[in-house]
């Protein structure tokens, strides 16, 4: 796969995220998807947000995803990261789901 992928919301917005950096991702907030490609369709796995996304790695590993691709999305904003969230929740019904913010 590339170094990035474009995932199309339920509203048509698209947004981009890249794929896991090799030196490991710093803490800070953000999305994450795992995806994967058969052919030309993607597949999205798992949509996750979190305000650490250093921990995300760790939240694949508990939805049985190790190994496969990650792609984060640099979020600071809680609301737009949470608009990003439930946006491609509604375009990708059959993706696992993680949310791992503290309830506010």
Known sequence: MGQFIDL???SGATYRFRAWPDAGQAPIAGNFA???RTGPELKVQ???VTTDLSRA????AVAGLSGKPV???????RAARHAVHDDL???YASAQVVDAEPAS
């Open 8 to 10: 199309v919301g339920a």
């Open 34 to 36: 795992v995806a994967s």
């Open 46 to 48: 798992l949509l996750g």
């Open 57 to 60: 790695l760790a939240q694949v």
């Open 71 to 77: 792609f984060v999305r640099l979020n600071v904003a």
């Open 89 to 91: 929740i509604a375009a």
